[in-house]
């Protein structure tokens, strides 16, 4: 009886162990299944995740190679409008002339040969939409094939005569027409030059001096008004602003940074220019200063939000060691807490001048647009953004203008990497030295 | 229930794409198409017009693409915009819709009130500095401009300045409402805007033509009798194939009815 007792229960004993055993078996490979299927998810999401972020940054480098290469065909574009011919009778000694001298001469600037090197005699400007007001429509047929002929007949007819006629009616027959060489544009006259007349004919004036110096004018003059009260702001809110305050201050900041940039450009017109007008006694309100005022406003919010962001993420172990090493609330402040968050404000400056260089709207609309290099904070500016804007929707595509425009986007790209690398820089040695 | 919904709606869209009609171009023509098109719409229920601008030179460039019927330009087509549409072989038609005087415009306390073509493309090419050397106080000049993009800059250039460049620099505005806007608030301020843009907020310039003989005020009936020099004609450009397509729209701007909107909106009429 007992021994019959022992085995059943040692039997039963052995049962629940295989059992479990087998329990254990199928868990194991259950989790395996589980653990191989999860690795899968893990490695899709993972490839998901690379190949997104291959896509951007591909979608970022064809952008730039895009820019660049538009850009840079303008140094592949004649000087004179293209299509177009500059001539005058062979018997004039000129045989080439520059940008600046063709514009001159069809603004009447220079009259006279004899200042180009030539004969003391008046020059005479004949642009091509003058020959139907000489000569009746009829005369040039039907589709215009005796065209040529008569612009060959007013050029040997003059001999101080410049024209400025399509090459398609160029006659091509008559000896006493030469045509002036007038090249490519040239590097130099874009980054030196100092008129910007897009749309000037018969030869455009792409000056881009004005333009980049005007943008680096308004954006420096608007970090240097932004900085120091946005840097303010963030200390109070941050270390000094209670709870209550704080709570009603930063979302009305944030809404600052929601308003859209041509109601900031509107204010500005309406409100500010006037107002800069009447106080400082200045001929005209859209100046520098207008556009720095309103993109110090418009840079502040996110100047505050991220250097407000950085210094509350201070360790409390930082902050408290100072208070116990005997440091005032304020040496704490500006001793630890500014130095610790140095990337972090760094990293807001950034940002707030990277939104001055590139805004658009409210600039264009409270700056003048005055395309001259600035000498003082109260005269009208033009930035690129502005011209970009302004121009590129009239631009003929593919033209120099269109091209010029292109090249300008290279250029504000330029300046804010530069800005970005330089502030990367500057914050990781600061990083270094101070924690 | 859903299908009938979206095939009424598929159908309702066919039916209209079919008589739809694009104006694309000049800004300064929009208000007058966009009122056409509206009373067009009511008048012929079926027909959708669609209106948008861009500035002239866009215009041209949707006739070429074929992306629009009717360009509306705000000046004469260029030669070589021609050429181009002939390469593509289209022949386009001209036809003048109405007349906009441009308006020579200062600040309301500025006391000078005449001045000529001469002196005009002195101020705008920047050789005449100070409204002293016009009759007026010893004050700076500011000139205001439209930007490079809007045909308004380009009949000015073409009429006032004699196709000579502005002067360097010069004050250059997004759009009319920012240039009355600019001169009201400036004292030394001179700009020029369409005749149907003029307020009490900014005086007109009487100017003269004929070397400071006549000074004429620029209003509509002004421009009517052709005495007022600066005025441009508003044109309608399209492609002789579609002719069929955009005639009526064109016949109703023509209409008594459509140039009475041409007046109303500050614009002279064709007849």
Known sequence: ?435 | MKKTILTTVILIAALFSVQAQRIKGSDTMLPLSQKAAEEYMKINPSYTVTVTGGGSGVGIAALLEGTTELAQLSRKIKFDEKNKLKGKGKTVKEVIAAYDALAIIVHPSNKVTNLSREQLEGIFTGKIKNWKEVGGVDMPIVSYSRETSSGTYEFFKESVLKKKNYMNGIMSMPATGAIIQSISQTKGAIGYVGLAYLNKDVKAIHVSYDGGKTYVEPTVANAKNETYPIVRPLYYYYDTTTESKVKPFIDFVLSDKGQEIVSEIGFVSVN
């Open chain 1, 1 to 435: 009886m007992t021994a019959r007792k022992v085995e059943f229960i040692f039997n039963a004993r052995r049962k629940t162990k295989r059992e479990n055993n087998m329990k254990d078996k199928k868990n194991f490979q259950l989790s395996i299944l589980n653990f191989q299927c999860r690795k899968i998810i893990e490695r899709m999401a993972k490839v998901m995740l690379t190949f997104s972020g291959s896509i951007t940054s591909l979608a970022i480098l064809l952008i730039i190679i895009f820019l660049f290469k538009e850009g840079l065909g303008l140094f592949h574009s004649p000087s004179v409008e293209k299509g177009y011919v500059l001539c005058v009778q062979t018997s004039n000694p000129i045989e080439t002339l520059t940008p600046e001298q063709i514009k001159k001469i069809f603004d009447e600037e220079i009259t006279s040969w004899n200042k180009l090197g030539g004969r003391n005699e008046a020059i005479k400007v004949f642009r091509f939409d003058d020959i139907f007001s000489m000569y009746p429509e009829e005369e040039f047929g039907q589709e215009y094939e005796l065209l040529p002929d008569k612009l060959g007949e007013v050029i040997s007819q003059n001999p101080n005569i410049i024209a400025y006629i399509p090459e398609q009616y160029l006659p091509k027959e008559n000896a006493s027409v030469k045509i002036l060489v007038s090249g490519n544009i040239r590097m130099t006259d874009f980054f030196k030059g100092k008129e910007w007349l897009p749309t000037a004919t018969p030869s455009p004036l792409f000056g881009v001096l004005p333009l980049i110096t005007g943008t680096l004018w308004v954006s420096f003059f608007a970090i240097l008004i932004a900085l120091p009260l946005g840097l303010g702001v963030a200390i109070y809110l941050s270390e000094l602003a209670g709870t209550r305050m704080r709570k009603l201050l930063k979302p009305t900041i944030e809404l600052l940074a929601g308003i859209p940039s041509v109601v900031y450009g509107f204010f500005g017109l309406v409100v500010l220019v006037p107002l800069i007008q009447k106080t400082l006694h200045l001929p005209v309100g859209e100046t520098a200063f207008a556009g720095s005022l309103i993109l110090a406003i418009m840079a502040l919010p996110t100047i505050i939000t991220i250097a407000e962001d950085a210094m509350r993420g201070t360790p409390k172990a930082m902050r408290e060691s100072s208070l116990a090493l005997g440091a005032t609330h304020w040496q704490t402040v500006y001793r630890v807490i500014v130095p610790y968050a140095s990337s972090g404000i760094m990293a807001a400056v950034v940002l707030g001048i990277g939104r001055a260089i590139g805004e658009t709207m409210a600039v264009l609309m409270v700056t003048g647009n005055a395309a001259v290099i600035p000498h003082s904070l109260f005269q009208p500016v033009r930035t690129i953004p502005a011209t970009i804007a302004a121009e590129l929707g009239e631009a003929p595509a593919g033209g120099a203008h269109y091209q010029s425009l292109f090249l300008l986007g290279c250029i504000l790209f330029v300046i804010t990497m530069l800005i970005s690398v330089s502030a990367e820089f500057i914050s990781k040695r600061q990083h270094n030295k101070g924690v």
